[in-house]
């Protein structure tokens, strides 16, 4: 049987993991503010959730690059990127842009908002995958950025004068956006709220 | 670990992720402890972790800044030619009106990944040679902590390898030094990761 420490009356420091009375403000071994469970942390969550959605909308409604050869210029959103790179043949590449920047915000989205969800109004996953799924969410939403490094890589190596040469659009901000919006959603979710709602003893245990 | 029976605090950790509660015993080098709810790594000393974590931030820290001034990346076509460095990278969108995602990009590449670096060798350089901890010492970690997730030198190095194959049919692309010697300071602070456990940093920091 798990005992917590708020069962114990007590307060665990999330940055160095000692264990204070519940009522101590700041952690005595490295000073970071203590709290039993983040009251404040869902409607964190949703408020960083909120931007990031929004913030990814023109970042798939805007081009990412504009591209000019000595032959034609032309514009990509990030989904036209993609499908024509891999009309050159380069599945692979398109299915890590494809991954990092469409299928993986959107499932972010959807993970954090089930995460907050479960919290207040219980789920059918058991708590144990719901940790599983928050790990998963801090782990891989920094490797969104990856599109926005490759538009930066592009645009400052391809400076040919008339040749070639890419020029950053305003998805690239949008997009940006909408990843740090999305890992601060992330970051505030306090995961012990996951636990709490299977901590209330059963019933039918005499002990 | 067992469940505790009474309210020493020092002998209690409990677990960041799920509040779970336990006692530790004296740990000895090469020790390590699971949380048994939710898998989180509590600790895990592994021997020589300072010597080793302070020697590879040392050497990327060197490599990080030599690596700046070298080209990464560098292309032809047409005859024009045209290298890269890290910082024409950081400054692509430096003077149009998306110059805010230049220093989002510098930040994440260059200059976080230094300040961490800089941050882990004053934190853990006077404890690795068992004098006192240096002025400051705790906030310096804990700023290092908070910075972690937005340092993405590796997902840069995965955005160049995915530039690289966009650019080849536009033009013919050569990697530079500095590209290399990224990808081994990636190595060197995937070592120091699996080195480093905050636990005994902070430990180790109150004494
Ligand atoms: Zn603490
Ligand atoms: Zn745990």
Redesign the interface.
Known sequence: MIVTARDKGLVCCQSCARVWPIDQPHCGACGTRLRSRDQMSLQRVWAWWIAGVLAYIPANLYPMLHTRTLLHSSEDTIIAGAFEIAAHGSIIVAGIILGASVIIPLCKFFAIAYLALAVTRGAHWPARRQFVLYEVVEFIGRWSMIDVFVVAILCSVVQLSVAASIAPGVAALAFACSVIFTMLSAQSFDPRLIWDRIETPPTKDAT | MT??QN?D?KS??????????YRVGPVEKGDQAKC???RTV??ARRRDAGLIIISTALASTILVIAALFLPF?E????????G?TLI??????YG?P?F??SL??IG??IALPLTRLFLTLYTLTPLVLNRPAWPGA??A??LS?TLR?WS?AE??L???A??L???T???RVELGPAFWMFVSVILLMAIQNSFMC??SV?KA??R
């Not at chain 2, 209690?12 to 509660?21: F, N, Q």
């Not at chain 2, 024409?88 to 969108?93: I, N, P, R, S, V």
């Open positions: 469940p505790p309210f605090l209690l950790i409990a677990c960041p992720k799920c509040d779970a509660l048994l709810r939710c509590l600790y990346i292309i032809s076509r047409l005859g024009f030619k045209n890269s024409d990278a950081a400054l692509a969108f149009g998306l805010v995602l989002a990009v994440s590449i705790k906030r970690f804990r902590e997730p993405m997902i840069f995965v955005g160049c995915v530039s194959i966009k650019l049919d536009l033009a905050r636990w902070w920091l109150e």
